[in-house]
């Protein structure tokens, strides 16, 4: 089950200067700020930059479905043909990521809270 799309990752080469374009487009400070990882809230939406996403598979921004049980969601898409892209990992605190590409390339991002 999921509770939507509520996060959008963006892969990024240079963390401070796409830190500095999502200030200037929200016209506030990140709620998460870290060397591995800043988040902005928005209008209900998180929007994250990850200077490690390009490695991990990301080639653009990428949305992510809110799911109840990652492992679970990741096996049936890829069930269901998708290919992964990210395998299941912890970003802290209990936090589960993971990607795959449905059938004709697209992203599929999944992220489960702790």
Do not use: C, K
């Not at 990140?30 to 591995?36: A, E, L």
């Not at 490690?52 to 679970?72: E, F, M, Q």
């Not at 892209?85 to 991002?109: C, E, F, K, T």
Request: hydrophobic share 40%; aromatic share 6%; net charge negative.
């Amino acid at each position: 089950m999921t509770s939507g799309i509520r996060t959008i990752i963006y892969p990024t080469t240079n963390l401070a200067a796409a830190t500095a374009t999502f200030r200037a487009l929200f016209g506030s400070e990140p709620v998460v700020d870290m060397p591995y990882y800043v988040q902005f809230s928005d209008a209900g939406q998180d929007i994250g930059l990850d200077p490690n996403g390009h490695a991990a598979g990301l080639v653009g921004p990428t949305p992510h479905w809110h799911v109840d049980d990652l492992r679970a969601t990741l096996a049936s898409l890829i069930e269901a043909g998708a290919t992964e892209q990210q395998a299941a990992r912890d970003v802290g605190g209990g936090r589960l990521v993971a990607s795959v590409l449905d059938v004709d390339g697209n992203p599929i991002g999944l992220l489960q809270d702790a």
